[in-house]
């Protein structure tokens, strides 16, 4: 282990920088997950702490009782699988035939797939065009085909592609291979790192998705997890203001908790994909490993 | 080159018809755009409308510029610009900055599981809606005796009026910012790096070059590109107040307006009486305008620069 | 995408949130009117109810009728929609109800979309403080006139006077829902810190003052007042002498910022509202003095701080719902409440009559006179009671005629659907003041008639003008209301920034309306 003095202050730097960085994070997020659990009246009389006086469960009580929360979390998954793996591969080929030098089109596609990111007609055309013209209400697709490509997303890839070495896609098509062919058995398998990226931002799109199912679904049999959650938050702070008998009940709706308690369990199966994800973009141990 | 600049349509499309696949692989993305984009496009003369809901979008009578007026003679207009533009810029440089040393730093790590549980950790704030967001920060500044406040008597501060320093936002809303959406960004930057070839890397360590000095003249300099394409795409959007993170933190709090209200915070509180479709579409569009503007201009001048760097 | 979320967010979605708290303000649950008089016995619901189509006693073929509703589901509705549903069959209605609830944030906006892109729906809830305006103009949803007179029950549920006041273009829009006839501003305070320190029940701001400033002066744990910064424009009315007396002021022309001086026949701007004036001054003094909290601009925890005992008095509103929110102060020790009303038997406060909420049947829907029946037939007190209350014996069991002991959590929005000022029961737990406020508001008797009653604004000729001074409620008036901006200087301000963007058009459109229903001469 041959290290410079100024490599070693540079490591330490870096662990140092990453840490406060990481501690920074993270103490929020605890103060959510602990206030989550938290009495309600003790988060709003005393604030957030990370050692609570009373424990409470009431949160998680109001959310869990709705058996449609376990349906949503079916939908959910559903959409946000086959959601995911669809946007992935036309996002990446479009990004991948937008990155090519050969394309003789490419600003025009540029502009073409950019500016949707800045105009929209608003929503009540796009209803329409969903509900009147392709007919998805009350569809599973209705809430997979809406999201299937975001600008966004498709830029990051051309941007990842454009720096892909030109030599690799010639001597593959010196060997006769169209491009399809190079795409699938060249170009995929060394993208693995910003292809996984995307594809979590793609999955997290269709995981935070309520729109959708908002605007085009009735059928509560279809309805996604954040909808679902979106609309009992509603109703609890509805109910603390407008609905009498509610008050009489339970005076004490945890609308605080709830919120907290919400993300939480939406959190919950999204970030075990992302250690999954993450071999990706630890490639190895690149600079210090060959050293050491 | 083989690009198409300044060449014929029929050379266009021979060069198409000899390439079925490269273009054919664009085929399903660029449908999604033209049905679930180009179609409803139309919806953007409802700014020029006077929105009827039994006539529709084509149907309704025009009004000319008529839904731009409110909004360009309204009292706070400059100060509303103003506060978009800074806000958004502050929020674009320091993010990007804060994500760029994170990876950069990630990069230098040699400890596995450091890396990976430290890179999961500060993922971690992006997933927190801006309520909740909201309901700590207001828990923590605001209240009657704030508890940052006791923090600062403690250490000796003087304590400060959190919710009535309207200057002191615009940097609380920019540590915010960072907080939440730095770590998104720098697995973009993470996911770039990975991507540099490790030759460059071996033949710098040949030359004996330090981690700094390797950091300084590869790392970086072959991230510009992804930095300057998710810049220009941030740039686009600069016109477009960040609705959900303000509301949700400063709220109704008048007292904040001066420095944080943003042009998306004061349509909504324009139309809170009157809910008239065609006006706030028509600021909508004032906004897309002026991003698609600023873009433009943006990526001429990073075009000219580097063409690998530019969105189109 | 991003776009279209962005817009769903922002046209409804913050409309809602405060909608929701203004929608409340109106509508509420009554018990008063004697069930007598909606001439309906209770329990004789299974007679037909379709009044309007000749008795037949072949069973009719049953049409699904969609609606769309704001907030959830509530708790155990799948059951209670079942019995309903099952009930309408057997009293062969020819309908069955199918509901769908949208969020509170999303429904202005939802229901305006699919009502732009013409999809059949059958009924939902609409109000001028949602798009109804809009609504009426395009002529997307239909006149009721025809088809409440043709329904005995319903239109006996609620009183005429009310038929009458909530009419738009003199036309019946939408069934009126509510409960009360007017409102009735005030104090809820601790009971047991008042006796505490030897004070007389307070009868007017002034006693209330009073006892404020002595809470200030003895209590350490406890603080004086707490409202929540969004709702301090109650302030601006609660804190005026004459808030509840009717007698010669100012009167608010629900536009606001605009009030309407009977004795000049004239628009004001608050800046020279009289009603406003003394409110304003006590506000000013009260934040200065630490009898409001520091906090108010920001304060969105009212209602938890005053049931957890840490705060001497908050709001009330005689809306049977403002003061069933504090029956967990009670749970503190020794804690007592008491309702401090200004008023006095000669007090006779105006009223509009009007009311928040109403349910609109769309233009597109085909089952118009369905939809009829089925209001007609949930007007008829069994039938009401199962809807709104649910399952007699499991959701709840009845407290006498008017009143109801709650045994689940079901709890149905009536202000939706079901409020009828005839046939509404009160939880049997309210708080007797509570009680005896609520009933005195529900009684038409209880308020003059507002020489401005028929006038809603529509503000579509000077638009542009109305939208440039609705963001100063939110930027001055309502720190002028929360005291945190001082009167003299508020006003001030608040008259050149309304004026300078052309307010004065506003005040004479609001004139010219006004006057255009018969009042302004």
Known sequence: MRQSVSDRIFSIAAYGILSLFTLFCIVPFLLMVIGSFTKESELIVHGYTLFPKHLSAAAYDALLQSKALYQGYGVTVLITVVGTVCALCISAMLAYSLANKRNVVQTPLLLFCYLPMLFSGGIIPFYIVVSQWLHLQNSIWALILPLLCQPFLVFLLVSFFRTVPDELEEAARIDGANEMRVFFQIIIPISKPILASVGLFYALYYWNDWFMGLMFVDNEKLFPLQLILRRMVSNMEAAKNLIPAAAAISTEAPTYGVRMATTVLTIGPIILLYPMLQKYFVKGLTVGAVKG | ?312 | MTKTKRYASMLAGGLALSMALAGCGGNNNNTSSPSASSAVPSGSASASPAASQPASNSPKEIVELKAYFPGDKPAGFEDVLKAVNEKLKADNVGASLNINFLPWTDYGNSVSVKMSAGEAFDMYLDAPWLSMNQMIASGSIIPLDELVAARPELKASIPDQMWESNKFGGKIMGIPLGTTQGTLDGFIIRKDLREKYGLPKPETVADVEKFLYTVKEKETAIKPFIIDGRKADKLSIILNDDANTGKPSDIFTSVPMFYYSPTDKKVVGAWEAKTVEQPFERATKYYKDGILSKNIAQEQNAQTLFNQGKYAATYYAADGVEGLKYLDVLKNEGAQLEVVMPHDDASKPYSTFQQWNFLAVPKASKHADLVMDVANWLSIKGNHDLMEYGIEGKDWEADGDTGYKPLSSYTFPGYVLTWRPTLVRTPSNMLPDDKEWFEKASKAESFNLSPIAGFTFDAEQVKTEYAKTTPFFDSVFLPLSQGVLAADKGKAMLNDKVLGVGGQKVIDEIQKQIAAIGVGN
Do not use: C
């Not at chain 2, 692989?25 to 953007?44: C, D, K, Q, T």
């Not at chain 2, 929020?91 to 040393?101: K, R, Y």
């Not at chain 2, 500060?122 to 828990?139: A, D, E, K, N, T």
């Not at chain 2, 704030?146 to 959190?162: H, K, Y």
């Open chain 2, 1 to 312: 080159m083989p690009n198409g600049r300044g060449r014929g349509m029929r050379y266009k499309l021979t060069q198409i018809a000899r390439n079925p696949f490269l273009y054919g692989m664009a085929v399903p993305g660029l449908l999604f755009f033209l049905i679930f984009s180009y179609f409803p496009i139309y919806g953007i003369l409802i700014a020029f409308k006077n929105y009827d809901f039994q006539k529709g979008i084509t149907g309704s009578e025009w009004a000319g510029f008529k839904n731009f007026n409110y909004f360009f003679t309204s009292d706070d207009f400059w100060t509303i610009l103003r506060n978009t533009l800074l806000l958004n810029i502050m929020f674009i440089v320091f993010t990007t900055v804060a994500a760029v040393i994170i990876s950069l730093m990630f990069n230098e790590i040699r400890n596995k599981y450091f890396k990976r549980i430290s890179q999961s950790l500060i993922f971690l704030p992006y997933f927190m809606s801006w309520i909740v967001i909201g309901m700590l920060v207001q828990s923590f500044l605001g209240g009657e005796q704030p508890p940052v406040n006791a923090w600062l008597e403690s250490l000796g501060l003087a304590p400060v009026n959190w919710m009535y320093e309207s200057a002191l936002w615009p940097w609380l809303l920019t540590v915010i910012r960072v907080w939440q959406g730095a770590g998104y960004l720098s697995i973009i930057f993470l996911a770039a790096i990975t991507g540099i070839s490790e030759d460059l890397y071996e033949a710098a360590r040949i030359d004996g070059a330090s981690k700094l000095q390797i950091m300084m003249r590869i790392t970086l300099p072959l991230l510009v590109p992804t930095i300057m394409i998710m810049t220009l795409l941030a740039v686009g959007r600069i016109f477009n107040g960040d609705f959900a993170m303000i509301y949700a933190i400063i709220g109704d709090n008048s007292l904040l307006y001066p420095t944080t209200d943003v042009i998306d915070t004061f349509v909504f509180r324009s139309m809170r009486q009157l809910h008239d479709f065609g006006m706030s579409s028509a600021v909508g569009l004032f906004q897309s305008v002026m991003g698609l503007v600023f873009v433009i201009a943006a990526n001429w001048i990073t075009r000219r620069i580097s063409k690998e760097s530019a969105l189109f």
